[in-house]
């Protein structure tokens, strides 16, 4: 089973800021990554896949990179709707696997 | 594009629940379907998904899991079912339908979310 590591936990960002999130995979997985978004009370969203390809609809200020083990998720210019809980999830093989999440919240 | 579930409820240790998920807007055969569940506070964990019929509606199931749930589907009512039975209280979750699209390694990333349903099992 491949483990999803997410860092940081938490995430305390001031508006109009940037954060950026990482996972990194227990093996590589070449780009079979994809990260989703979840506020509270709320379905995830699909945010990226492909490591870097935006979903229908998400803005370009979200951004996926990395490839083989190393991932990152990067938000520019924070905003209330995006403070949330990220996770990333692989898709390389079986089991399907998401790390344990990212809370970006309000400094 | 929308999917929905239906069917959550409690239920006690050792029985049974049968979870519907509905697609629209979507040829619902055309795609595979998945399920994710949630306890309460925790993060997302895979559950299993059933291929479209190009894929002979084949299915995987998380180790957790098998034995225990069986996902099927109906394309004719555009459903996929998640048959749980022998529930423990650790099932105990939000259980999410999804559409998935497969990849390059022929696994899957989920692109529409329903907006879950809620299993409790408890005596």
């Known amino acids: 089973e491949i483990v999803m590591t997410q860092s940081p936990a938490t995430l305390s960002v001031s508006p109009g800021e940037r954060a950026t999130l990482s996972c990194r995979a227990s093996?590589?997985?070449?780009?079979?990554l994809a990260w989703y978004q979840q506020k509270p009370g709320q379905a995830p969203r699909l945010l990226i896949y492909?490591?870097?390809t935006r979903a229908t609809g998400i803005p370009a200020k979200f951004s996926g990179s990395g490839s083989g083990a190393e991932f990152t998720l990067t938000i520019s210019s924070l905003q209330s709707e995006d403070f949330a809980v990220y996770y990333c999830?692989?898709?390389?093989?079986?089991?399907?696997?998401f790390g344990g999440g990212t809370k970006v919240e309000i400094k | 594009v929308q999917v929905v579930e239906s069917g959550g409820g409690l239920v006690q240790p050792g029985r049974s629940l049968r979870l519907s998920c509905t697609g629209s807007?979507?040829?619902?055969?055309?795609?595979?379907m998945n399920w994710v569940r949630q306890a309460p506070g925790r993060g997302l964990e895979w559950v299993g998904l059933?291929?479209?019929?190009?894929?002979?509606?084949?299915?995987q199931y998380d180790a957790s899991v098998k034995g225990r749930f069986t996902i099927s589907r109906d394309n004719s009512k555009s459903i996929a079912y998640l048959q749980m039975n022998s529930l423990e209280t650790e099932d105990t979750a939000i259980y999410y339908c999804?559409?998935?699209?497969?990849?390059?390694?022929?696994?899957?990333?989920?692109?529409?979310w329903g907006q879950g349903t809620l299993v409790t099992v408890s005596s």
């Open positions: 999804a559409r998935a699209i497969v990849g390059s390694a022929q696994a899957y990333y989920f692109d529409y």
């Open positions: 807007g979507f040829i619902f055969g055309d795609y595979a």
């Open positions: 059933i291929r479209n019929k190009n894929y002979g509606e084949t299915t």
């Open positions: 093996q590589s997985i070449s780009s079979d």
């Open positions: 492909g490591a870097s």
């Open positions: 999830q692989h898709y390389n093989n079986w089991p399907l696997t």
